[in-house]
């Protein structure tokens, strides 16, 4: 079975951090990328970033760099979304994904595993 599992979402001020893990097991281990995307209410899923598993290259969406990044734990089969300067427009449901297929890939079609999603929600 191919699973991932986020955590680690909340409610935080503007400016504060958060650093949401996406925990992977089953098929998902083989990937080659780790992906983020999130939703808010009302809009489309979007890219956020993306990480290659084995050699850890990353790439973001304009709006989070310098702001996001995304690492991974091997050992862990883990990846991390480090969130710093979080604004209220970051608020979203933030889904990892994972790809068998493709390096950093920045669309949703791209990704074969997905995670259920964790509420990220910034207040002003």
């Known amino acids: 079975q191919a699973q991932l599992v986020e955590s680690g979402g909340g409610l935080v001020q503007a400016g504060g951090p958060l650093r949401p893990p996406c925990a992977a097991s089953?098929?998902?281990?083989?990937?080659?990328?780790m992906g983020w995307f999130r939703q808010a209410t009302g809009k489309e899923r979007e890219f956020v970033g993306a990480?290659?598993?084995?050699?850890?290259?990353?790439t973001y969406t304009d709006s989070v760099k310098g702001r996001f990044t995304i690492s991974r734990d091997a050992a862990k089969n883990t990846a991390y979304l480090q969130m710093n300067s979080l604004e209220p427009e970051d608020t979203a449901v933030y889904c990892c994904?994972?790809?068998?297929?493709?390096?950093?890939?920045?669309?949703?079609?791209?990704?074969?595993?997905w995670g259920q999603g964790t509420q990220v929600t910034v207040s002003s």
């Open positions: 089953g098929r998902t281990i083989s990937s080659r990328t």
């Open positions: 990480i290659t598993w084995n050699g850890g290259t990353t």
């Open positions: 994904a994972a790809s068998r297929r493709v390096y950093r890939g920045t669309r949703r079609d791209e990704y074969d595993y």
